[in-house]
């Protein structure tokens, strides 16, 4: 304990010195352009290069730690610093001072990847049918290499950073291998035969064969005792509260919120999860409970009040946590955010009139919610790549089918991104999508989209053919109880 608490004193009593530094170098794509120089603490310096992409940067008041450079990703910097960059074969090489710190960053991230590099498994397969009696000594041997490696430093920050980088991101690894544990490459082909049957042709069985597709990929199980073994060595026995840790490593930041969800979801908190049925509330507790440093304990109430406010259906179920946010809040950007996603609740409850859109709709034209009134319209937000919204269509084009001649329009809104649109108008067309198919004009940021506070898809809008809003988190096509509602409304 004592050691820990003399590793983050020793953080704390660094991070605040600033001076001077120059970053300089020749980097060929930042030829005739600008890249950011910047950092968790809201640092953000653009840097542009002259026509060869030499650029010379000084800096006040540089504050010591991991930055992000363009393409070039991190870098760690210290006051004083006087650092070349020199770029050859799209290979970046650290010159002058901080380069021998930065080559262990640079070995260290090198080595990680050789765990990490698979997109939506962050594993890599191989690894994900390795038996952890095996997996966890390798990466012990990772954690012990980098631990080495930082001898050949003489600066202790960076030293203690590289050290707990390597003890976190092992965490880290270790969070997506026990989410995935056991998924074998060899046995994914039922799965993408069953994703790959058209919509038109998915009968009542799709869901429960996709399912079962989805669960035979997997050709081991972890054992009681490797779960409980796990779940200690990722989520128990660490210190949250280590400042300039959390502002130098994004794993430490997110292992911090998958401990608070891990924590959410064991049987102590059971009974208030009942109670509130809106787990950013019962992570907010947890958050409050569990981290004491004001700055990191800032951002995680930040990031649950924000999720409750946009989650709540009612502002009086988060009328406290709100004014509780705004009242300890220094952040004046996480004041405003919060600000304006509690208005946004108050402006689209039940009986309001909705906010209005006007969106490109899939042959070209743009179609405003205005423009549909005097019919009821039911919204469906989502997206292409989203599996739990696909699987709502063939329910969805009953409800078209059913109600086709009726004074309802099915307006689904995509919210892909815009270099996206080709595959959305393609995904419409092969899948013959019917109702009014629109694309957001900028995916969850769309003023639309923020006002209704949707940060997850599928979501359902039900608004009457005045434009108020009958129900603002409508049942999904799939739900019967949507079906008797729309009975009621006698179209």
């Not at 991101?169 to 074998?184: H, Q």
């Not at 949707?454 to 039900?462: K, N, Q, T, V, Y």
Request: glycine content about 4%.
């Amino acid at each position: 304990m004592k050691k820990i608490r003399r590793t983050l004193l020793f953080f704390l009593a660094l991070i605040a010195l600033k001076t001077n530094a120059q970053l300089s170098g020749k980097i060929p794509s930042l030829a005739d352009t600008v890249w950011t120089l910047s950092n968790k603490s809201g640092v953000n310096i653009k840097v542009k290069g002259d026509n060869a992409g030499h650029f010379n940067l000084n800096i006040n008041k540089l504050e010591r730690g991991i930055y992000e450079f363009g393409e070039m990703g991190e870098i760690f910097l210290e006051p004083n610093y006087k650092t070349t960059i020199d770029c050859r074969d799209k290979e970046y090489f650290i010159k002058d001072d901080g380069a021998i710190e930065n080559n262990i960053l640079k070995e260290t991230r090198k080595r990680l990847q050789t765990f990490l590099g698979n997109p939506g498994y962050a594993v890599g397969f191989k690894y994900l049918i390795t038996e952890p009696a095996t997996f966890i000594p390798m990466l012990d041997d990772y954690v012990q290499l980098i631990t080495t490696e930082s001898e050949k430093s003489n600066n202790q920050f960076f030293k203690n950073f590289i050290r707990l980088e390597a003890a976190y991101s092992k965490r880290y690894v270790l969070y997506a291998y026990s989410r995935f544990y056991g998924l074998d490459s060899s046995r994914m082909d039922a799965l993408r035969k069953v994703l790959s049957i058209p919509l038109a042709e998915r009968n009542e069985h799709y869901r429960t064969d996709l399912l079962t597709a989805y669960q035979a990929q997997f050709s081991k199980r972890l054992s009681p005792e490797e779960k409980i073994l796990l779940n200690k060595t990722i989520y128990k026995d660490w210190d949250v509260n280590n400042e300039g840790f959390y502002k130098n490593s994004n794993y430490y930041k997110s292992m911090i919120g998958y401990r608070i969800d891990y924590l959410t979801f064991q049987p102590e908190n059971q009974k208030i999860r009942d109670s509130v049925k809106n787990d950013d509330l019962v992570k907010l507790k947890i958050a409050d409970n569990l981290i004491s440093n004001s700055a990191i304990k800032e951002y995680f109430t930040y990031i649950y009040s924000n999720g409750a406010i946009k989650k709540a259906k009612q502002p009086s179920e988060v009328t406290a946590v709100y004014n509780s946010f705004i009242k300890n809040s220094k952040n004046p950007k996480y004041i405003s955010e919060i600000t304006s996603s509690y208005q946004n609740l108050a402006a689209t409850l039940n009986n309001v009139q909705a906010p209005d859109f006007n969106f490109i709709s899939s042959d070209g034209k743009m179609v405003s919610l205005k423009s549909l009134k005097g019919k009821y319209v039911y919204i469906d937000i989502w997206a292409t790549w989203c599996a739990p919204c696909i699987a709502q269509i063939p329910a969805l084009k009953k409800l078209e089918e059913t109600y086709k001649d009726k004074k309802i329009h099915f307006v689904s809104i995509s919210v892909d991104a815009s270099e996206h649109k080709k595959e959305w108008l393609n995904f419409v067309a092969k899948n013959s999508l019917q109702g009014i198919q629109l694309m957001a004009d900028k995916d969850f940021e769309s003023d639309f989209i923020k006002k209704f506070g949707i940060s997850a898809i599928p979501r359902f809008i039900l608004i009457d053919p005045d434009g108020l809003i009958v129900d603002n988190n409508a049942k999904r096509p799939s739900d019967n109880t949507l079906s008797e509602q729309l009975k009621a409304l006698k179209l």
